[in-house]
């Protein structure tokens, strides 16, 4: 009986040790395949959003100061064509 209750304690911590191991080596990989992940996901994002894909490449081709301020032009002519279509429907008397 003590035999076999001391070959159990050397086999636990065996098998302690080895997950040990494991665990280490699973780390390492976790991180080698973290940019694989990142693309992945992307890809994903890309394909499901492509309006969003657009959006981001003229950002970053343009600039975050150029792209906020064609959209800020692009506001102030649409709220000029909105005031000029409601001063047509509406014409004052």
Known sequence: MRAIAER????VARAEVER???AAQAARLRESLAFADLAVRG??????HPLAL???AAL???GPGKWLR???RAG???LGVLRLVKSFKHPRS
């Open 8 to 11: 159990r304690r050397v086999l």
């Open 20 to 22: 040990g191991a494991l």
């Open 43 to 48: 890809y994903r994002l890309a394909r499901s």
């Open 54 to 56: 657009v959006m981001t």
């Open 60 to 62: 970053a081709a343009a």
């Open 70 to 72: 064609q959209c800020y």
């Open 76 to 78: 102030l002519i649409v």
